[in-house]
Every structure is written in C-alpha cells, then in structure tokens.
C-alpha cells in the first residue's frame, strides 16, 4: 500500500490552500489527504476542484480557552505516518508536534515565507502593544515567534528559498510545475482568448497570482505611466484583492490595468475556472514581469508564478529579491528591488526586442523542465520523505544554522 501523508493547512479559506495543492501533487502517486479547519468560510474558491479536503468544523480555534479543544480536532482527523505542518502557525506545527511526541507520526514542517517577517520589523513596544490586543487569539502573528522556536522539533523542514534554509535548516524544494500542461497553447485558443478579453492590438505584461501589497505589482503599472506608451496593458490574472481594488481605482492605473478574475468571495467559481485556465491566460503576456519589494517577507518567497511563467517559454522581468536572480541566471532580467527607472528601462527593452524576448523564454522553458518541473522536485521531495515513513530508527532533524 502507498505511504500515507497528512499535510495540516491552517485554514481551508486562504488562498495558503494553494501550497497544500501542489505538495500532494508532488507526492503523487502517494496516498495524501489535506486537512484544515473549517472558519465558517469553507474552501478558498480557487482551489474547491481540486479536492478531496477533510474539513474540520473548528469555529472557535481562533480563541483562547477554546484553541485547546478545538485544535485537538485537527489531531483527530490526521490519519498520515507523516504529517506536513504548512506554515509556522499555533494551529499546525504544534499540533503535529503532539503527534510526533505521542508516537502517532513523523513531523515535517513545510513553509513558503517566513510568516514572522512583518512582526520582525516592528520595534520592541510595537511588539508588546501587538501582543496585548492579540493576546487571546493563538493564531494571529503575536504567537509566530514562539511557533518558529519549536521548528527544530520537527524530524526536518521543507522550505522554498535559501532564506528559509539558512533561518530554519532542513531542504530547499521548488514548487514543481507541471510542464505538459503549463505549455505555450495553440494559436486559435489564444487568439479568441485575447479577442475575449479585448486585448487585441495591445502588448501584454501579465501578473499571475494573488496582489498583495509586498508583491510591488503597483511598480509595474508606475513604469508603465513612466513609459507614456499607450500599447502596453497590465493583465492581472487572479482574484480581485482589497489592494488591486484600490490599485484599478487610481485614475493613472485605469486604463492600465485589465483583471481576469472575480472578488475572493467568489460564489460562482469564476477564479477556481480561471485558475484551471492558467496557462491559456498566461499565453496572453507579451512579457511577465515579479516585481517583488525588497523586504523581509520577500526575501523568503519564491513565488510558483515564476516557475509556471518560465515553462511557458516567455520573457520574464524580477526584482533582484530572493532567489529570483539564480533561477532567471542565463534565461531572464533581473532589477534591483524598487528601481522604477531601470524597470521601466528594462520593459521597453524586452517590449522591443522580440527575438531575444522569445529566445530568452525558450530557454527559461528548458530550464524549469530540467530543474524545476513537478517530476524532478517530486522525486527530490519523496526521497527526502521516504525515510521518515520507514518504522526503522527516528527522524533526524537537519543541520540547524
């Protein structure tokens, strides 16, 4: 019979569902289950197809005294020898911490950005006054400190950045992509779809994702207004944020900005059908442009968009944050953080210079097949796991630095 793992996600609602998604898909053909507590809210729209979930109905975890017999509901419904806590969350590392400690699984912690980075910019009494208004609800980001200290309990750690490595040890795992499916699409089916979204006659600079405010995508549309160039369009391809909400309300951005993508309270499933159409939206970009801001929560990112835009074989502009720099290495530009200027330079360039444009995308696309695709980091992550299923020996924990 296959292994079987749990991965714990701290909230079935947030679009963090996502990174639970791709980690079974990696794992596969084993045997995964996602499990998570149900807020009242239910399933983050963009990921309801891509079930099965265990929904634990826990509306009171977010307080205290009843965390304590809420979260042990999560407990219950872990079945896996191996249980993935996603994220550095009072609700996931320690509860799969207990069930390390009782016997009942080997725990890996799993994160994608360093949730404590924007309490780490607060001052010590910005600290103290955050943690006494947060002091009765365990899952807001007063309790993450105290979570990230207990990582080094866990048999190892997954991580997507060397960031995260360095702060808490274990492995760097990309986010695979699919490479068959992420593939540049046929021309009729991205003729209609441009036609679709009245695109037709103008150059696309495409954002895939969820716009929050660290992911700079304002930067985009700035270079643009500093370009003056009335041919060029920003294509935001995810859900309709508070923060793009105010972006598309900017009267310099108006005009600028083209959004595939409904409200996060989407009833209808429109982002979940987008989400499923990914790459033929993708397809659309003359240009894909990661402006990430060069600050702590940054530094610790990886976003999966990258790797989906470079096996699309297109043209590809990030922020020198992070890990983009290395990956983008020989089949990308990278900017510094927060250089309008040189963005703005850099956009034109690659605007007007389609043959390198589309030798530099065929490239990226080689790349992420050779090293990021979703087999060869499936097979990287099952054999990082497959010890920890064995009854042979405990779990031992990476180096620490």
């Not at 975890?61 to 219950?76: G, I, M, N, T, V």
């Not at 996931?92 to 360093?114: H, I, K, N, S, Y």
């Not at 043959?355 to 790349?367: C, L, S």
Request: net charge neutral; aromatic share 6%.
């Amino acid at each position: 019979m296959s292994p079987h793992i749990t991965i714990l996600c701290p909230d079935l609602r947030s679009p963090s569902l996502g990174a639970a998604v791709r980690l079974r898909e990696l794992l596969l053909p084993w045997a995964v289950d996602i499990v998570g507590p149900d807020f009242g809210g239910g399933v983050c729209s963009m990921y309801r197809h891509a079930g099965p979930f265990t929904v634990v109905p826990t509306n009171k975890l977010y307080r205290w005294p009843d965390f304590f017999w809420e979260s042990k509901k999560l407990e219950a419904a872990v079945r896996g020898r191996v249980v993935i806590a996603l994220k550095a969350y009072m609700n996931t590392v320690p509860v799969a911490l207990r069930l390390q400690q009782a016997g009942q699984a080997r725990a890996v912690v799993f994160l994608d950005e360093w949730d404590g980075a924007v309490l780490s910019e607060l001052s010590g009494w910005q600290r103290i006054t955050r943690l006494l208004r947060q002091a009765h609800h365990p899952l807001e980001d007063s309790y993450y400190p105290m979570v990230e200290r207990k990582i080094r309990e866990a048999a190892t750690v997954l991580s997507t950045t060397t960031f995260l490595q360095k702060k808490f040890g274990g492995h760097v795992i990309a986010m695979g992509v699919d490479v068959s499916r992420f593939a540049p699409r046929p021309a009729d089916v991205t003729v209609a779809l441009r036609r679709e979204m009245k695109l037709d006659g103008v150059r696309v600079i495409a954002f895939g994702g969820v716009v929050r405010p660290h992911k700079g995508v304002e930067q985009i549309l700035e270079a643009l207004v500093r370009l003056g160039r009335h041919d060029v369009v920003l294509l935001v391809i995810g859900p309709i944020t508070e923060h793009l909400e105010f972006l598309m309300n900017q009267p310099a951005y108006q005009s600028l900005i083209r959004v595939a993508g409904a409200p996060m309270k989407d009833a209808e499933g429109i982002n979940a059908a987008i989400s499923q159409r990914m790459p033929d939206y993708l397809d659309l970009a003359d240009l894909i442009v990661l402006p990430l801001i060069d600050n702590p929560l940054s530094r610790s990112q990886m976003p999966i968009k990258l790797f989906e835009a470079m096996t699309m074989a297109k043209p590809i502009i990030g922020s020198a944050v992070a890990d983009l720099p290395r990956v983008l290495d020989g089949c990308g530009w990278s900017v510094p953080p927060g250089d309008g200027q040189k963005l703005a330079e850099t956009i034109a360039y690659v605007l007007d210079h389609p043959d390198e444009a589309k030798t530099t995308g065929e490239a990226a696309r080689a790349k992420c097949t050779n090293v990021y695709s979703r087999a060869v980091a499936g097979e990287k992550l099952k054999s990082i796991l497959q010890p920890l299923l064995s009854d042979e020996g405990q779990p031992v924990m990476a180096n620490l630095q």
